[in-house]
């Protein structure tokens, strides 16, 4: 595996842990922190993979957009639009005053992360 695609693995995973950390959290937990690192991981994961298939990709936040160009590698990835497609609008939703996710929400974002970031590990053979 490439050096880089370890790092994007990393990366994804400090993202899972803060996820997990604070959707366990029984006073004053932070939902929308939770939802943004739902996503979070999830984008890595994609750049992971993209990385590791040699796959030029921008700084872009958009999972859908990034599941498109890893469906050209593992078309089977496809099962995961509707997972990704939820957990995409978190990369920026809940940042500012007016929104605010609620604990069925962060418990739906934990479930789909940790369904897609199953499937990314199998396949990066994590």
């Known amino acids: 595996m490439k050096p880089t695609t ?15 950390r604070e959707a366990n959290v029984t006073i004053e937990p932070n939902f929308d922190a939770v939802c943004f690192h739902a996503q979070q991981c999830a984008e ?3 750049k992971a993979m993209l990385c590791e298939a040699d796959i030029q990709f921008g ?6 957009a990034l599941l498109e160009q890893v469906l050209d590698i ?4 496809e099962v995961l639009r509707e997972d990704l497609a939820y957990l995409s609008d978190f990369a920026i939703a809940f940042r500012y005053p007016g929104e605010s ?9 934990v479930s789909r992360c940790k369904k ?11």
């Open 6 to 20: 370890n790092e994007w693995i990393t990366k994804a995973e400090g993202d899972f842990g803060v996820m997990q």
């Open 44 to 46: 890595k994961y994609l």
């Open 59 to 64: 700084k872009i936040h958009d999972l859908v």
């Open 74 to 77: 593992n078309p089977d990835m």
């Open 101 to 109: 996710a609620d604990r069925d929400c962060a418990l739906e974002a």
């Open 116 to 126: 897609f970031r199953q499937t990314a590990r199998k396949l990066l053979s994590q």
